[in-house]
């Protein structure tokens, strides 16, 4: 009997979709009540959910049309990842990008275990601060070359990063984007409790690290325990040798550093988002392109060809925010939603509280947005809290926790689709390697907030 031969992760999307266009059949429809708060944000009313008189009957186009209506809603990250695929190309064929891993390499082809743990620590930092994560897309390449050149495989690389963005997330100590913001729902002080949040993350770090660094000891002792060693897509080529890092190359690095910098910058304090990032890349592109004399009609071209390799990425993303799309169009969201969070108004405390770790786990799936998960699910987590003893602070923890370590293996969060798009990575392959790590970190963010209990932690 042949083996048996994982679908393409466009047509795992795609099945998933029509699973959901099948629950707005099966599951009843309904609705809470919203409210605007006192910042204008729509935000579910706890006890008011009510099944609907009518079910929305979608008809079997809507199951089609809902892709394009996908790719509109995202469209913002679609073009965004475009952009970044055109400029780093251009980067690249100045050589300045390979001038500066052939120098990085020379610095840590003794000490791999040194460069995962940094760049686990840095997307840690950023994602736990600012909320980084899509601005870390345009490092993906540069990452890969990095790992695959210390004898490590394109998992190891995108593990790296998104295992970083993912912890970072999920014990983030002033993420604006998801713990200020379920915070302020649950009318919790801004950033109090971070000290907490500080101390967890080093555990929730060690198990993470420890999870990359022996799969990627594994690959450097056996390229063929790979996940991903028979998948030609995600096996980048390797340069045979670095071109020299001379001084137009140096300055390329130095207008890209510089383009970095202001564009954490321009997020931190004047909120930029896809637009204004864009538009730095495009930027830099023209700029990189001048300094080393490229032709503009070839930077063009090169511009036109880096965009295109990433075309199957957009489609990941727009069939990923097509599941959540269909869910919502069909009403029955919310109904999901009451269903998971009415249970844990009859246990006690502690079991409460871990109960609502594996609910916004799961809540993740069809909510990927950590603010619009915070606005959908912190009104009812917080009066919930209040009935079974938990802190509202440990509910908070709760969410950011289960939204957080979700983040990393979703197949509806946009970000992880465009990262593993960029490395050729499989869906299926990502799951077989990122599922033992998921278990770790569920199991230690339920302790975490059973901890929070038993210490009262506000």
């Known amino acids: 009997m042949k083996s048996f031969k994982v679908p393409h992760t466009l047509v795992l999307l795609f099945s998933m979709?029509?699973?959901?266009?099948?629950?707005?059949?099966?599951?009843?429809?309904?609705?809470?009540?919203?409210?605007?708060?006192?910042?204008?944000?729509?935000?579910?009313?706890?006890?008011?959910?009510?099944?609907?008189?009518?079910?929305?009957?979608?008809p079997a186009w809507h199951l089609f049309t809902a892709i394009p209506r996908a790719l509109e809603d995202a469209q913002g990250i679609i073009f965004f990842l475009l952009l970044i695929g055109g400029s780093l190309a251009v980067l690249r064929s100045t050589g300045a990008i390979d001038a500066m891993l052939g120098r990085v390499l020379s610095r840590f082809s003794h000490r791999p275990a040194l460069l995962i743990f940094m760049g686990m620590a840095a997307f840690l930092a950023g994602s736990s601060t600012i909320g980084m994560a899509e601005e870390y897309i345009p490092l993906v390449l540069i990452l890969i070359s990095l790992c695959v050149a210390l004898r490590m495989d394109t998992v190891s690389a995108v593990a790296t990063m998104v295992v970083g963005y993912g912890i970072g997330y999920g014990v983030a100590v002033l993420n604006p984007f998801t713990v200020l913001v379920a915070q302020g729902v649950a009318e919790v002080p801004p950033t109090s409790g971070w000290l907490y949040r500080v101390i967890l993350s080093l555990p929730?770090?060690?198990?993470?690290?420890?999870?990359?660094?022996?799969?990627a000891s594994r690959v450097r002792a056996n390229p063929e325990?790979?996940?991903v060693h028979d998948v030609p897509e995600a096996q980048p080529p390797q340069p045979s040798?670095?071109?020299?890092?001379?001084?137009?190359?140096?300055?390329?690095?130095?207008?890209?550093?510089?383009a970095l910098v202001f564009m954490i910058w321009g997020i931190a304090s004047h909120g930029w988002y896809f637009t204004e990032l864009g538009a730095i890349f495009v930027a830099l592109a023209i700029v990189a392109a001048v300094i080393a004399r490229q032709k503009f009609d070839d930077t063009?071209?090169?511009?036109?060809?880096?965009?295109?390799?990433?075309?199957?990425?957009?489609?990941?993303?727009?069939?990923?925010?097509?599941?959540?799309?269909?869910?919502?169009?069909?009403?029955?969201?919310?109904?999901?939603?009451?269903?998971?969070a009415s249970p844990l108004a009859k246990v006690g405390p502690e079991l409460s509280a871990a109960g609502m770790v594996l609910i916004q786990s799961v809540m993740n799936f069809f909510v990927p947005s950590g603010s619009g998960q915070a606005y959908v699910m912190m009104?009812?987590?917080?009066?919930?809290?209040?009935?079974?003893?938990?802190?509202?602070?440990?509910?908070?923890?709760?969410f950011q926790m289960g939204d957080g370590f979700m983040n990393?293996?979703?197949?509806?969060?946009?970000?992880?689709?465009?990262?593993?798009?960029?490395?050729?990575?499989?869906?299926?392959?990502?799951?077989?390697?990122?599922?033992?790590?998921?278990?770790?970190?569920?199991?230690?963010?339920?302790?975490?907030?059973?901890?929070?209990?038993?210490i009262d932690y506000q």
Not at 204 to 215: A, E, K, L, N, S
């Open 225 to 227: 325990a790979s996940v």
């Open 300 to 340: 063009a071209r090169i511009f036109g060809h880096g965009a295109s390799e990433l075309a199957t990425t957009a489609l990941l993303i727009g069939f990923a925010r097509g599941i959540a799309l269909i869910l919502e169009d069909g009403q029955v969201l919310h109904t999901i939603v009451n269903a998971m």
């Open 379 to 398: 009104p009812l987590m917080a009066p919930i809290s209040d009935l079974v003893g938990v802190s509202r602070q440990v509910a908070v923890l709760a």
């Open 408 to 454: 990393m293996i979703v197949p509806t969060n946009a970000v992880l689709m465009g990262i593993l798009g960029l490395a050729g990575i499989p869906y299926d392959r990502w799951f077989r390697f990122i599922w033992p790590l998921m278990v770790k970190l569920v199991l230690g963010g339920m302790l975490a907030v059973v901890i929070g209990v038993w």
């Open 17 to 58: 979709m029509v699973l959901a266009y099948v629950a707005t059949w099966l599951v009843p429809a309904g609705a809470f009540d919203t409210a605007v708060d006192d910042h204008g944000r729509s935000v579910v009313v706890p006890g008011t959910f009510h099944h609907l008189e009518e079910q929305p009957k979608l």
């Open 204 to 215: 929730f770090f060690i198990i993470g690290f420890h999870h990359v660094w022996r799969y």
């Open 241 to 258: 040798e670095y071109p020299p890092l001379d001084l137009r190359r140096r300055l390329i690095l130095l207008v890209t550093l510089a």
